[in-house]
């Protein structure tokens, strides 16, 4: 979608009005076909139609080039009219026409990101990844070229990427799980494979006029000195052999059929490994009916289309990043004209002169450290250096790290994007607090792995932008069984980039603090604090305050008692109790005090967490509350409140911005015929469960909405956000009367209808406008789930195509927990003891500002306004507007 408001931000505002109307150049690079301008180059039309005859060389420059990228006939340059014009026009104007081939092309590799910016390397990610998971066409290019493509090329990526997974998850249980899984779908994928994929490649092949038949591997590709088995990888040869009855004698007695069945399947195999590896350590099953579309494609998509495979959750970045290793195309081109730009007459000559013949210009190796030179932004100088001689550049890096200790940062990082932003606000401000150091401890689970998605934020910065760098210490809690709910793989040496240099011999032995903030249970440490065992269990017990500052040691934990991070049990009250005794203040920061995200502070926030939280909040709006999670009070009030006012927001901007395309008009009609079984589904699977599950010591029952709450003190309907209840209104044609004689199961039967409707449609629409069809079938498995996974979870929602993250910033606006503890935190460092007594007073009490103001207390301190001034709004109950506004 064209949306003005990013183009303004990009400062591309005026583009619109800005057509091409030609130039004078010492260099054209063309790495896109030119259709669309006139091919009339004697008598131009106005432009932009007629621009590419306004193309001229600029006075003065020598070594004019022009370069396309990619040979006469490819993509970028059609063997038409218009194509084979405008190169006859640019060499009679006095520009030598060349062509970037194969020769300069260069690899995508995993080092070239540390130079990108974060969207660009999702983008690489996403890419390298489509074409991993994607097959090419059965109908696509020929028999020759299909097999090629899946027994060497691909097989090699994928074999490449699944062998680093393995080699990492080995033995764990939900690998162990996993592939039992496969064991048990083995015979129906390859069934799948064979009545879907194989079997209309050889359709395509009999009706191609080059058809090279189901021949024996054995024998010579027709037209060719080869055979077709030594086109195979030797890994795919090897795969074949240990999965099949063939041996390396009958090899290659097999028909070419077969042993494309049995590569093609041996890739899925290791693929759908990893899908179903990413649901157990998420908590859920995978799901073979979910990979039917993938397997079998559907009315408008073939076989084996990677927009069909089902989206993987959690931090997958670095099994991408195992896959990448295709051709780079257009940078190649990008490449060869800045070395022409930086070039004298003479070395641009002679380029010129290698590319005509479609030599290399110089070594792979030369080549892959150019881009690498060029993208660390080296300069001219270097370019050229890499291209007309031998240069070799080593760059050094060293970190540093401060021990000095005031507050101690407890967290269970990992698994929501707030615990990265809690960590962001706290590194922003420690610049302007001179005397302040941190110790950051990782709890629960694999502290270590706790730590890799802050060192991937840290790693998408250069090292002079990371705040507070040298002032904070990494150090690890005790390990216990909780995993985390996102797949991330470990890397140490990404740990070390980003200064945690010596992480897993870094274990915390306790300490002396002014402030400890809460921000994990505390599972794993020793209930002993008297006598606290050696090691980081007893490290609890050997914490002691600090006067420094200004002499309130405070102990401050996220959530009230009795929420996730302090359980009503043994451990946690006694914890308090011994820390009350040491001299420490305690405060809980509850929910009457948190603040909630906003795009307003992305700004300031590194785009790496930026789009972690996109991530979150968008698995928030499509994942709704099990039904068999917590009681009916909460499940309706979330449905059909909470929740539904976050999808309504998102729905609305969505709908607006789009009511006049042609997808969004398609995907209003394809919904109206899916309500019916949407709705009978989420009563079915969904409400009826819920029904069944009201059965705690505070059972509510299923009575008409206008009644009261079972123990509160309003009634059922009074729950319902206005939005839910116009929706509601208007679908089922009622009056305000008929809703109020409804009962709570029937309403919330409506509003999960009404909000899952919202959401399919935004589906529906990414998938027309990708020119494909919504498959009903994923629609009914996220709604109905499984024996395994809930219904409406948000690892059934199907995936969307495109670039949704406009569209994700609009659900943003779920509480951020332990942010807002480190907000109140930094401020309290900067208060005097009586200002302290006072703000930990209205902590207690109440809210301290209304949402709206405290929302905007934090959108400051992410932008880095001084926190004496935010601890004002704090004591005085309200916001003084800023400079700006």
């Given at each position: ?6 183009l303004?931000?990009?400062?591309l505002a005026?583009l619109?009005?800005?057509?091409f109307?030609g130039g004078?150049?010492?260099v054209?690079l063309?790495?896109?076909p030119?259709s669309?301008?006139?091919?009339d ?7 932009p139609?007629?621009a590419?005859a306004?193309?001229l060389?600029r006075?003065?420059?020598r070594g ?13 340059f059609?063997?038409?009219e218009?194509?084979?014009?405008f190169?006859k ?5 006095g520009?030598t026409a060349v ?8 690899n995508?590799e ?8 974060p969207?660009?390397?999702e983008l690489?990610?996403d890419?390298?990844?489509n ?5 090419i066409p059965?109908?696509v290019?020929?028999?020759?070229v ?5 027994t ?5 990526v ?13 033995g ?11 064991i048990?779908?083995?015979?129906k ?5 064979r009545d ?12 191609s006029k080059?058809?090279?038949g ?20 030797r890994?795919c ?6 999965s099949t009855d063939i ?10 059929d077969?042993?494309?069945?049995y590569a ?5 195999s290791?693929?759908?490994?990893i ?8 908590g ?14 559907t009315k408008?998509?073939?076989?084996m289309?990677?927009?069909n ?5 959690g ?5 991408q990043?195992?896959?990448?290793g ?8 990008m490449?060869?004209?800045l ?10 000559s002679?380029?010129n002169?290698?590319l005509l ?9 030369a ?32 970190a ?7 507050l101690?940062f407890?967290?269970?990082?990992g ?10 606000l ?13 110790d ?7 502290p ?7 060192a991937k934020i ?20 005790p390990?216990t ?9 470990y890397?140490?040496a990404?740990l070390k980039a980003?200064?945690m240099v010596d992480?897993e ?8 603090y002014?402030?400890i ?5 505390l599972?794993?440490?020793s209930?002993n604090l ?8 007893g ?5 002691q305050?600090?006067?420094a500052?200004?002499?309130?040691p405070?102990?401050?934990v ?10 009503k ?10 820390i009350?005794q040491k001299?420490?203040?305690?405060c809980h920061v509850?929910?009457?005090n ?14 790496t967490l930026?789009?972690e939280?996109?991530?979150?909040e ?6 709704r ?14 449905n ?6 976050v999808v309504e927001?998102?729905?609305?901007s969505f709908a ?6 042609g ?14 079984a949407?709705?009978q589904a ?14 705690s010591?505070?059972?509510f029952?299923n009575p ?5 709450v ?55 629409f990414?998938?027309?406008d ?10 009914r ?9 809930p219904p ?19 659900v ?10 480190v ?8 208060a005097?003891?009586d200002?302290v007594?006072?703000l ?5 009490e ?17 932008r880095?306004?001084?926190?004496a001034?935010l ?14 506004g």
């Amino acid at each position: 979608m064209a949306d003005a408001q990013e183009l303004l931000s990009a400062g591309l505002a005026t583009l619109i009005n800005k057509p091409f109307r030609g130039g004078e150049y010492d260099v054209v690079l063309q790495i896109s076909p030119i259709s669309g301008f006139s091919s009339d180059f004697d008598n131009p039309q106005p432009p932009p139609l007629g621009a590419l005859a306004h193309v001229l060389p600029r006075p003065g420059a020598r070594g004019l080039s022009y370069i396309v990228v990619g040979g006469e006939g490819a993509t970028n340059f059609p063997r038409d009219e218009l194509h084979t014009g405008f190169k006859k026009y640019m060499e009679r104007i006095g520009f030598t026409a060349v062509h970037v081939e194969k020769a300069n092309y260069l690899n995508w590799e995993k080092a070239m990101f540390d130079t990108f910016p974060p969207k660009l390397t999702e983008l690489v990610l996403d890419d390298e990844w489509n074409k991993a998971v994607g097959r090419i066409p059965p109908m696509v290019a020929n028999l020759f070229v299909r097999f090629r493509v899946n027994t060497l090329v691909n097989y090699e990526v994928v074999d490449r990427a699944f062998a680093a997974f393995e080699e990492d998850l080995r033995g764990t249980p939900d690998y162990v799980r996993a592939t039992k899984w496969w064991i048990s779908v083995e015979k129906k994928v390859l069934q799948s494979i064979r009545d879907g994929y194989i079997k209309r490649s050889r359709e395509a092949d009999s009706k191609s006029k080059d058809s090279f038949g189901n021949v024996l591997v054995s024998e010579k590709v027709k037209g060719m000195k080869m055979s077709w088995e030594s086109i195979c990888s030797r890994v795919c040869v090897r795969d074949i052999l240990a999965s099949t009855d063939i041996t390396e004698t009958t090899f290659s007695k097999q028909n070419l059929d077969d042993i494309l069945c049995y590569a093609v399947t041996s890739m899925t195999s290791k693929l759908l490994r990893i899908y179903a590896f990413n649901r157990y350590v998420s908590g859920r099953d995978p799901d073979i009916a979910q990979l039917e579309p993938y397997l079998l494609g559907t009315k408008d998509t073939s076989a084996m289309d990677f927009r069909n495979f089902p989206e993987l959750h959690g931090d997958i970045s670095a099994i991408q990043k195992e896959v990448v290793g295709n051709p780079m195309y257009d940078p190649a081109g990008m490449l060869v004209g800045l070395a022409l730009m930086s070039a004298t007459e003479e070395q641009a000559s002679r380029v010129n002169n290698k590319l005509l013949l479609a030599e290399s210009l110089i070594s792979p190796e030369a080549r892959t450290q150019a881009m690498k030179d060029a993208y660390a932004g080296l300069g001219e100088s270097a370019l050229v250096d890499v291209f007309f001689a031998d240069k070799e550049e080593k760059i050094t890096r060293a970190a540093t790290l401060s021990t000095e200790v005031r507050l101690l940062f407890i967290t269970d990082a990992g698994d929501e994007a707030d615990n990265e932003a809690a960590l962001w606000l706290l590194s922003t401000h420690l610049n302007a607090l001179e005397e302040l150091r941190v110790d950051v401890v990782f709890a629960t689970g694999n502290p270590a792995l706790r730590a890799m998605r802050w060192a991937k934020i840290l790693n998408s910065l250069k090292k002079e932008d990371i705040p507070g760098a040298e002032k904070i210490r990494y150090l690890l809690g005790p390990e216990t069984k909780r995993e985390m709910r996102y797949y991330t793989k470990y890397n140490p040496a990404d740990l070390k980039a980003a200064g945690m240099v010596d992480l897993e011999d870094s274990i915390w032995d306790g300490g002396k603090y002014a402030i400890i903030i809460q921000a994990s249970p505390l599972e794993g440490f020793s209930e002993n604090l008297t006598s606290p065992p050696a090691g980081p269990e007893g490290s609890l017990g050997r914490l002691q305050p600090s006067f420094a500052g200004n002499g309130s040691p405070l102990y401050i934990v996220v959530g009230e008692e009795g929420t996730t991070n302090f359980p009503k049990d043994k451990l946690h009250k006694k914890f308090k109790d011994h820390i009350l005794q040491k001299g420490f203040k305690a405060c809980h920061v509850g929910s009457n005090n948190y603040m909630h995200w906003t795009t307003d502070f992305f700004a300031n926030m590194p785009a790496t967490l930026m789009k972690e939280a996109l991530q979150d909040e968008w698995k928030k709006a499509v994942g709704r509350i099990p039904p068999d999670m917590s009681n009916v009070f909460i499940r309706f009030k979330v449905n059909s409140n909470v929740n539904y006012v976050v999808v309504e927001h998102a729905y609305a901007s969505f709908a607006e911005s789009r009511k006049d395309d042609g997808s969004f008009k398609k995907a209003m009609s394809w919904w109206l015929e899916l309500r019916p079984a949407i709705k009978q589904a989420v009563m079915e699977n969904y409400v009826k469960v819920s029904r069944a599950h009201d059965v705690s010591k505070d059972k509510f029952g299923n009575p008409k909405i206008k009644e009261m709450v079972k123990g509160q003190q309003c009634t059922w309907r009074s729950l319902m956000a206005d939005e839910c209840v116009q929706d509601i209104k208007s679908a089922a044609s009622l009056t305000d009367t008929a809703l109020e004689v409804l009962t709570v199961d029937e309403v919330m039967s409506l509003a999960l209808t009404e909000i899952t409707g919202k959401l399919l449609r935004i589906y529906a629409f990414s998938a027309f406008d990708a020119g494909v069809t919504p498959n009903p079938a994923q629609c009914r498995g996220y709604v109905s789930g499984s024996t395994t996974n809930p219904p409406l979870d948000f690892y059934q929602f199907p995936r969307l195509l495109g670039d949704v993250s406009v569209l994700k910033k609009e659900v943003v606006g779920n509480p951020m927990y332990d942010t807002s503890a480190v907000l109140f935190a930094l401020c309290l460092i900067t208060a005097t003891s009586d200002q302290v007594d006072t703000l930990l007073s209205k902590v207690t009490e109440g809210s301290v500002l209304a949402k709206a103001e405290r929302d905007e207390v934090l959108v400051r301190a992410f932008r880095g306004e001084a926190l004496a001034g935010l601890l004002t709004s704090f004591l005085e109950g309200k916001v003084t507007p800023s400079k700006s506004g």
